[in-house]
């Protein structure tokens, strides 16, 4: 299964066309075609005459603004490969695309394939023995997904006349020839590879393959088939006499889904000439790549992350991430129940507290690797989601719904259930023991999820691009950082003498704590409101109805043993139809709502494309109706009067996507800034009134103030 951003940028990279592009590549140049693209097209043949049963050449040039790129046939880590789909006469027929070796594009932890300035792609055209009289025109739409610190998708219609008695006879024989010497040379090597550890070892050998005066620095190699390697990972190249090996960390598939697949060597000559050759190479035997022979040089470009940043810089900023999220908004709802156990924990014994404190981490790091497996598996197996994808669904918040009127019902002693399960209630809301202090830290990662804090977002994006086992330990310092304090204070008396001595006052305590749990219950409910339709969101409110019946009736229970078992089965049927009533369907997106929550456009990369296009700023922000960090962000900095004339008076396009229901386009925005969650605002300055270039996009921090954002538009 493809990478999940490759997946993403190339349906996006389906959704757009440019109308207005069609050309006659004969008359025109492509600085006349979309002067106002990133990439210009130009398309030209080797002659502008055909004869029945004749092979046509055909390049498609492309010609790409400074400092942006495209994207190979593996585009890498992310983007899209330019895809070509010709109308042509009936019995004409092209061959496959031939593509330039391409150059590595690093962008932060990912690595990309692609092309600057200029590039030719190209393809044969076979003409059938039998062709129509008079001019025969060929059209192509071409469709590139272009980059740099955002990707654009461009499409346009481009056409070859052919045969045309008006126009000057044509021979492009010598451009297309520079052009075919870009491509790479099949040779006749003999290649495999395999696992080696955390290594993928491709191993070619070849009769006189010589390397004299080429140093092993200059070599790389591309994998037509995505997944073989993890791309930006540096690789160890050994040349022998006749073999060369490669060593690079193994990519994110299994090799067994890659029996075989061409391989792209680049490299160096001694003239410091670029050279590429191509190959086929299958999976291995399974046997050690290493050689006897002595290597004639050798290079060993592996970086020691620890030290460079990689995976201790991304466990420093999860660490941090995660102590920050306690003061994100989305937390508050939780501070209560934490709020409680911090009092109870001040009358017990520095042994228990300190259990505690183990207890409640136990629960948010376990909670947050479960949360993360989840994430990381349903990406492998193709599913297009980031973090906080669980309250994409109605189902799981109505749950959280549920559980949060539940915990309020018990706080302010509505209920109180003896016997077994009244023991285990009583522990996990009253927080209670080991169990509740697990249960809190539970709750916390649910509630928590949906948040990004600073440094938090740099350190998921790259967790996401890792394999499994360097992944979960990022998303469990998460978790220990968010933890942290509450672990720190069990683990130190002296702080917990500043707390409040315990006392009567506590049980109204604890009642009032009740409140913050019913003002969460009622924002998800309000959030249900935008997943699923009026029927779904009124079966929610009844079954919070059923639900406190059923624990009324278990608390009310009559000593006569066939009247208590009578309002035990009642008490059943009131939870089992509050289950019943849980919503398993959602509704789409409905930009209207955005357009009435504020002001601005709704976001698409159609409108995100039209926009740019212009000589006007462009402001984008991301939010969803489960972030509260968002709302948050939304009304005290950006929907305000002070803003709104900044936008007014430097006439700033603002553009709103809304990702409370998954939608493909906004995650595929998402990933192209290496983010897997919301909230995320990006600003795009206005054009330099001479070269037409806007500066680099800028991103906001994801906690906002007024001067914040007044400071980033001006």
Not at 564 to 590: G, M, T
Request: with cysteine.
């Amino acid at each position: 299964m493809r990478s999940i951003k490759i997946l993403l940028l190339t349906l996006l990279s389906l959704t757009i066309f440019q109308p207005g592009f069609a050309q006659d590549s004969t008359l025109q140049s492509p600085q006349e075609s979309a002067p106002q693209s990133y990439v210009s097209i130009r398309l030209l043949a080797a002659k502008n005459t055909l004869a029945p049963g004749d092979k046509i050449l055909v390049g498609i040039e492309q010609s790409i603004a400074p400092g942006w790129h495209t994207y190979w046939v593996n585009p890498g880590d992310s983007g899209a490969e330019t895809r070509i789909a010709w109308t042509m006469p009936e019995g004409f027929a092209t061959g496959d695309i031939n593509w330039p070796a391409p150059h590595k594009i690093p962008y932060g932890p990912l690595t990309n394939y692609g092309y600057s300035d200029n590039v030719v792609l190209l393809q044969q055209i076979s003409v059938p023995e039998t062709i129509p009289a008079g001019p025969v025109t060929l059209t192509a739409k071409v469709e590139v997904l272009v980059c740099k610190d955002i990707c654009i998708p461009e499409s346009g219609t481009y056409s070859l006349t052919f045969n045309d008695p008006a126009a000057q006879a044509e021979d492009n024989a010598a451009w297309l020839a520079k052009a075919q010497q870009l491509l790479p040379v099949p040779v006749p090597w003999h290649a495999s590879y395999e696992i080696d550890g955390e290594d993928t070892i491709l191993k070619i050998r070849g009769d006189n393959i010589s390397f004299d005066g080429i140093a092993p620095e200059g070599f790389e190699f591309f994998p037509l088939e995505w997944g073989l390697v993890n791309n930006a990972s540096p690789p160890e190249v050994n040349l022998y006499q006749n073999e060369i090996v490669f060593r690079q960390k193994r990519g994110d598939r299994a090799i067994e889904q890659i029996p075989s697949t061409e391989i792209v060597v680049a490299f160096v000559n001694s003239q410091k000439q670029r050279q590429a050759v191509s190959f086929i190479a299958a999976q291995g035997n399974g046997h050690s790549a290493a050689t006897t022979e002595s290597p004639v040089a050798s290079t060993s470009t592996a970086v020691d992350i620890g030290i460079s940043g990689g995976i201790a810089g991304a466990l420093l900023f999860a660490l941090l991430g995660g102590l920050i999220l306690n003061l994100m908004p989305c937390v508050f709802p939780v501070l209560s129940i934490k709020a409680l156990s911090l009092v109870k924990a001040a009358e017990k014994d520095p042994g228990h507290a300190r259990l505690s404190g183990l207890a409640y981490t136990a629960g948010v790091v376990l909670s947050f690797i479960a949360v993360a497996g989840a994430l990381i598996a349903l990406k492998a197996a193709g599913a297009g989601i980031g973090w906080g994808f669980q309250l994409q669904d109605p189902l799981v918040i109505a749950l959280l719904a549920y559980l949060l009127f539940i915990i309020g019902l018990n706080l302010t002693g509505v209920f109180e259930i003896s016997g077994h399960f009244g023991n285990l209630g009583d522990k996990l809301t009253k927080g209670d023991g080991l169990a509740g202090s697990f249960f809190t830290g539970v709750l916390a990662t649910l509630v928590a999820a949906p948040c990004t804090a600073p440094f938090m977002a740099a350190a998921i994006g790259y967790a996401l691009t890792q394999p499994a086992f360097i992944a979960l330990p990022i998303f469990a310092v998460l978790g220990f950082g968010l933890a942290l304090p509450y672990l720190a204070l069990s683990f130190t008396p002296s702080l917990q003498k500043i707390l409040p001595r315990p006392g009567a006052w506590m049980e109204t305590f604890r009642q009032l704590l009740s409140f913050p749990m019913f003002a969460a219950a009622l924002w998800l409910v309000w959030v249900l409101s935008q997943q699923t339709d009026q029927t779904g969101l009124l079966f929610v409110l009844v079954g919070l109805v059923m639900l406190a019946l059923g624990f009324w009736l278990l608390n009310h229970s009559p000593e006569k043993k066939s009247a208590r078992l009578l309002v035990q089965v009642l008490a059943a049927l009131a939870f089992l139809s509050a289950a019943a009533l849980l919503p398993f369907d959602k509704k789409e997106n409905d930009p209207a709502r955005i357009e009435t929550l504020s002001f601005g456009e709704v976001y698409s990369p159609e409108k995100l494309g039209e926009s740019l296009q212009t000589s006007d700023p462009v402001f984008v922000e991301m939010t969803a109706a489960w972030c509260i960090t968002c709302k948050v962000n939304h009304a005290v900095a950006i929907d305000i009067d002070s803003t709104r004339k900044v936008f007014a008076d430097k006439n700033i396009r603002y553009l709103v996507g809304d990702w409370t229901n998954y939608d493909e386009e906004i995650t595929d925005f998402l990933n192209s800034y290496g983010r897997n969650g919301v909230p995320i605002y990006v600003y795009f300055g206005p054009p330099d009134p001479v070269t037409g270039t806007r500066p680099e996009a800028k991103i906001l921090p994801q906690v906002l103030t007024p001067a914040i954002v007044q400071e980033a538009l001006n």
